[in-house]
């Protein structure tokens, strides 16, 4: 067996040690004859999974218990119209808009009512992440949407925003679980669990319970927080074996020290490769100091052509998917949870390597 460097954005690598559970486990879960992806979503078995997997995550984030747990489909992208649909009870939302992901959140939220945009990064194609104070939010604004972490862009907010009594709601599909966040501080948080958490298919939501029950009329059943709340996620078939997949991952996460562990890590591989940049003068970090992102690294050479030569001549030598995302060119070298130190490590001499003969 040969493995690579996966340095893919999304979806993107998992633990080996989650994917031998789930090879041993493949055929006969735990004594029921049954893979889980067989297996009835009502059977005592899943029931089994889907609560534990829901009690390690709130273990490992730290969720009080004031806030429901959701699993759902339909990707992070989905969310960008359900957050307006369950939360606009006013009909008007703030968005900060930091790079695409967040634009799109906030031209969905545009169809369903006065969604704003009170901060954008656009002038800098989104290489810092703008400052925001109570000031700029509506009164009577909902919520502020904010992404926290930028996946294509490769920033991140420094420290949770300041939007006041506003609620604050967060696309963090790229940060989830890299390191503690205080959920208190967010009335939503939500993220596509293929970054850091599962393979694509599932998408998690976490919502404090005082702003359940206030969407629109006519919003689609299977979009709304409440009916979703009511039934444990199991209105109808939930993504079944990301689920599964995702309690492997949370468990590994536990233990391996929990999300302190995890930043301590995060911060370790970030910054050797940062260091790196910082000091190589062939290559060069795109994103501003102050918001750079422990997950996605965002760098170039300068010279279009080479950062392709550079991309080519990496993934032969066993470092894939660092192309960086079709809209900026350029790399990104993504290092979520689940890829390890010597993964970055190895990077960065190869990256050496490059330089010395490109330079
Ligand atoms: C990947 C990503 C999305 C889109 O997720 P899908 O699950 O593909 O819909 C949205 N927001 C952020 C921050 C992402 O990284």
Redesign the pocket.
Known sequence: MSRVYNFS??PSMLPLEVLETAQREMLDYNGSGQSVMEMSHRSPVYDAIIKQTEADFRELMNIPDNYKVLFLQ?????QFAAIPLNLMKNGKADYVVSGQ?SGKAFKEAKKYGDAKCIATSEDKTFSYIPEITPDMVREDADYVHV?Y???IFGTKYPEVPNVGDAVLVA????CITSEPVDVTKFGVIYA?A??NMAP?GL?VVIIREDLLGNAREDIPTMLDYKTMADNDSMYNTPPCYAIYIAGLVYKWALKNGGLEAMKERNEKKAALLYDFLDQSKLFKATADKKCRSLMNVCFVTGDAELDKKFCNEAKDAGFVNLKGHRSVGGMRASIYNAMPYEGVAALVEFMKKFEAENA
């Open positions: 954005a999304g339909g990707g992070a992208s989905t992901f992404c972490n930028n996946t696309d963090m599909s790229s596509g293929q970054k694509a998408t």
